[in-house]
């Protein structure tokens, strides 16, 4: 069974400072990592992929990959009462070189930013 | 900016009954997932679907699921006959092509209710 293990928090922090949020993934076949954000109620939103080692940023968001410890994270930076939702990690395994896009979620990470 | 709809936003039904959900991908995009989220869970992947045919299914997807593109813009899940264990949001994805380097986009999903 391939898992994606998410600290489901909730994560608590001031507006302004970093947040960060971590996904572990059990299957080193793994290829492709995508961070997608869900306000209560509504469907998942990306905000992230990510799929070599390594940082990388769009804005506020900076994605860390690291394959070796089958770990990826994600940054946030000078939070917002606005970023409060729940972050989910997903992962795509490639199962013998073949893939089809589906995509295996964490349970997700609630985050709170408060005032 | 293009997005992936889906109609109707909510659907309650009996149990036993037939529903059909509906969804709008991205018009340029050519791999089509649905997936599934009971209230408090994990989003579950049920199907991906390429090329007018099935890729990939999950244990989910057993025969009382069905997929498909009736036209060149709709893509539709059908459950033949409900439980009330199917009671939970439909997310309808889309990729601009399959295999785990694509990011999905998902439309705002489907409550279905079965009571």
């Known amino acids: 069974q391939k898992e994606v293990e998410q600290n489901s928090g909730p994560l608590s922090v001031p507006e302004g400072a970093i947040a960060s949020l971590n996904c572990t993934y059990s299957d080193r076949g793994s290829q492709s990592f995508f961070w997608y954000r869900q306000y209560s109620g509504k469907s998942p939103e990306l905000i992230m992929s990510i799929y070599s080692n390594g940082d990388k940023e769009d804005g506020r968001f900076t994605a860390q990959l690291n394959k070796a410890s089958q770990y990826v994270s994600l940054l946030i930076r000078d939070s917002q009462p606005s970023d409060s939702a729940t972050y989910l990690c997903a992962v795509n395994y490639h199962a013998g070189g073949t893939s089809y896009g589906k995509l295996t979620f964490g349970q997700g990470t609630i985050l709170t930013v408060h005032p | 900016e293009p997005e992936v709809t889906q109609t109707p936003s909510h659907q309650v039904t009996q149990m036993g009954q037939e529903v059909i959900l509906r969804c709008v991908p991205i018009?340029?995009?050519?791999?089509f997932y649905w997936y599934r989220q009971i209230l408090g869970q994990k989003v579950e992947f049920l199907v991906s679907?390429?090329?007018?045919?099935?890729s990939e299914k999950s244990e989910i997807f057993d025969d009382q699921f069905s997929v498909e593109r009736p036209d060149g813009s709709n893509f539709t899940l059908k459950i033949r006959s409900t439980k009330l264990e199917d009671s939970a949001m439909y997310f309808c994805?889309?990729?601009?092509w399959g295999g785990g380097g694509y990011e999905q986009y998902f439309g705002p999903g489907t409550r279905l209710t079965v009571t």
């Open positions: 994805a889309s990729s601009e």
């Open positions: 018009s340029n995009h050519l791999y």
């Open positions: 679907f390429y090329n007018n045919e099935i």
